[in-house]
């Protein structure tokens, strides 16, 4: 099945960390880089009703059908050329899981998918239906190269092609990170760099050797559980989910050395306010040197707080840094984006992406649970990503933490289950009452993978 050509060839420039991204995957070709979701998905959708779906949101929505193109050559820069010749089939797949596979069966298919590098000379993104015979429900893969895409775009392409509304296209109207450089912005992330310098506390859960193979892992639980532990402590959803993160270290292995804390490479966005809604890479990464080993919540949550504030307003926002990034030499930035992830530099790899900014379907068929599939970096051995599904009237709000690993990391599948966990004793800390039973874990891990 093929679009119709409805809209004439557009195209536009690369952002700097697209630029510097694809460089680097060029330079790790081996190692795929590509983020995404899994959807569940009500009902048996119908591989024909989805495809047809998906390209009448291609003909609305354009920028779904960017790829990469050389307009000047090879020796010139390239472009995201919107093209409106898009086989969807090849886009949109299905996959009929063995019977009894369950939530198992659903992560090694996942896992095998990191294997699979992500076309960019073709709309960067793919589809999976999967299902076990017989079953009630789908879950959809969807996938997408992290050249295109970010966290915050990645929202963005899920809304476009599966948003509930005839306004799925139009702009969003939330919180918006101030873009703007100031000297003050400059000086600050110059400042903040020299602090790049002191190591993260090692984790001997990662220090084997890398196997290449990852697992993937997951939990589910209540939007509103997390708000309300954030009101219970005077913080944020973010910070609820920090404090749980180095809770969840804290039982799954020590750092190496007491002296020093174990730091998260946290991402976050450096959008100005009119690219919000750009399909691209705007993000530059701060580290959080996570409160293990303190006992009292309390400390735990001031420790993260006192992190995090400078980083949602005032001269650490992201402009300076996004500066900073920006006057690397175009040869080095692929470098500069490798160090950020080296064990030396952060423990462990975080996002919160955030909250999807409307309910979403497929064909008709409504999303239950979206689940984030991490991006896998080369070198990397531990990503934590967190994202929300948009309320309705009748589903419930609910928060996934996805998990990826390196095989050969010990037991890094039973990071969503110590996270829920922390979660728990979060409640108890704060006197609240217990929140009902979360979704069904994820398959329960071996004890070294």
């Known amino acids: 099945m093929t679009m119709a050509a409805e809209h004439g060839t557009d195209e536009r420039p690369l952002s700097l960390m697209d630029l510097a991204l694809l460089r680097y995957q060029e330079s790790n070709h081996a190692t795929p880089i590509a983020l995404g979701y899994l959807l569940r998905v009500t009902g048996e959708c119908d591989l024909d ?3 047809a779906a998906a390209a009448d949101r291609l003909r609305r929505f354009p920028a779904l059908t960017e790829r990469l193109a050389y307009p000047r050559g ?12 898009v086989d969807v089939s090849a886009h949109i797949r299905e996959h009929l ?46 996938r997408a190269s992290h050249v295109w ?26 919180w918006r990170r ?47 559980r997390l708000r309300v532990l954030g009101r219970a402590y005077g913080t944020s959803v973010n910070d609820v989910f920090l404090v749980a993160l180095s ?60 992190q995090t504030a400078r980083l949602r307003t005032g001269p650490r926002s992201g402009a300076g840094e996004r500066w900073c990034f920006e006057k690397v030499p175009a040869r080095f930035r692929p470098a500069a984006v490798a160090m950020g992830i ?19 379907e497929v064909a008709g068929h409504p999303v239950t649970t979206a689940i984030p599939v991490p991006v896998r970096l080369p070198g990397q051995r531990a990503f934590l990503v967190l994202g929300s599904l948009a309320p309705t009237d009748s589903q419930p709000r609910t928060t996934s933490l996805g998990v990826v690993t390196d095989r050969n990391v010990p037991n890094g599948g039973s990071l969503p289950d110590l ?22 874990p994820a398959p329960k891990p071996a004890a070294v993978f």
């Open 97 to 142: 899981l063995p019977a009894g596979a369950g939530e198992a069966g659903l992560a090694a298919f996942v896992e095998r998918q990191y294997r699979v590098p992500v076309p960019l000379d073709a709309p960067p993104w793919q589809v999976w239906l999967l299902r076990e015979p017989g079953s009630r429900e789908t879950t959809v893969l969807f």
């Open 74 to 85: 090879a020796s010139g820069q390239p472009v995201w050329a919107r093209r409106p010749d």
């Open 247 to 306: 809770e969840a270290v804290d039982a799954w292995t020590e750092p190496a050395d007491r002296r020093q804390a174990p730091r998260a490479l946290m991402a976050m966005s450096s959008r100005r306010p009119d690219e919000q809604d750009i399909l691209s890479n705007f993000m530059v990464g701060a580290r959080i040197r996570l409160p293990c080993g303190l006992d009292a919540p309390q400390r735990r949550f001031e420790v993260i707080r006192g």
């Open 178 to 224: 101030d873009g703007r450089s100031t000297p003050l912005a400059v000086a600050s992330a110059v400042l903040n760099s020299l602090t790049w310098a002191a190591r993260s506390s090692g984790l001997p859960a990662l220090a084997r050797p890398l196997s290449g193979e990852v697992r993937l892992r997951w939990a589910t639980t209540s939007t509103d």
């Open 342 to 360: 080296r064990p030396l530099r952060a423990a462990v790899s975080t996002s919160n992406l955030g909250v999807f900014a409307a309910p979403m």
């Open 419 to 440: 996270w829920l966990a922390a979660l728990d004793r979060l409640e108890r800390a704060a006197g609240l009452p217990a929140f009902p039973a979360d979704a069904p």
């Open 149 to 174: 895409l970010d966290g915050g775009a990645l929202h963005r392409a899920l809304d476009l092609l599966f948003g509930v509304g005839g306004d799925a296209g139009a702009a969003r109207s939330q």
């Open 49 to 51: 009703a989805v495809r």
